[in-house]
């Protein structure tokens, strides 16, 4: 019987309720056999514990899953916008902002990949996080912000749906951020990853304000108010 492997990237998503970055699973040719269903809980956390990729059992509010948390949050914020965006048509940004989680997956893995503790060569070489992320970033933050009016004022959270919740995915960016700072900071994560996070923030600002332009939304101006 020949069989097939097919490495699954999840890259610390919430899957079983933990961070999971690889599953490697053993697909057969042979259809007539039940593959078991693999369920969401497992009951392994209950104790305020569970694993990174190291291998290592650490407690949840260890920093690592802090920033994998913030991470989570960011994305999930990230998808509201894009529901928001496909209601009002604006394709190029959905197209984007799916791109963007696809890679917040990618920079997730190499969190919970701490370099002090992992020693798998082969799990480092997996979770490593490419630079050029960073300069695709560069190079869609210059496009969109060629096609704005200049900012010449601080402006509010505003402009419609799409631009104000793009604002909540930009300050939760910086949180997760800060998270990641610390880790860089240690030697246990990339530098490259923390780079993105400072870049991606940037970008969803220059989104937010494209959103609000293509909508045809109006943002709010920061006035200083007078007692």
Not at 116 to 140: A, C, M
Not at 144 to 166: M, V, Y
Not at 183 to 206: A, C, I, P
Request: aromatic content about 8%; charged content about 30%; proline content about 3%.
């Amino acid at each position: 019987m020949l069989r097939a492997h097919t490495m699954l990237r999840c890259c610390a998503c919430n899957f079983r309720g933990r961070p999971v970055l690889y599953l490697l699973r053993e697909q057969s040719s042979d259809t007539d056999k039940p593959q078991p269903r693999l369920r969401i809980y497992t009951k392994k956390g209950d104790k305020g514990t569970t694993y990174n990729f190291a291998g290592q059992r650490l407690f949840k509010d260890h920093q690592i899953f802090e920033a994998l948390g913030a991470s989570d949050e960011l994305t999930s914020m990230i998808g509201l916008a894009r529901a928001f965006s496909e209601d009002s048509g604006n394709t190029e940004l959905n197209e984007k902002l799916a791109r963007v989680q696809c890679i917040l997956q990618d920079a997730a893995s190499s969190i919970a990949t701490p370099r002090s503790s992992t020693q798998s060569q082969q799990k480092l070489d997996q979770t490593s996080f490419d630079s050029k992320h960073i300069e695709v970033l560069e190079r869609w933050i210059d496009a969109f912000d060629e096609q704005l009016p200049q900012l010449k004022n601080f402006i509010l959270p505003s402009g419609g749906r799409t631009s104000a919740t793009l604002h909540v995915a930009r300050s939760i960016c910086r949180r997760a951020e800060r998270r990641v700072v610390s880790l860089v900071r240690d030697g246990e994560v990339d530098s490259e990853v923390g780079r993105y996070f400072n870049r991606l923030s940037d970008f969803l600002f220059v989104s937010a304000r494209f959103a609000a332009d293509r909508e045809g939304r109006r943002e709010t101006i920061y006035g200083k108010e007078t007692v």
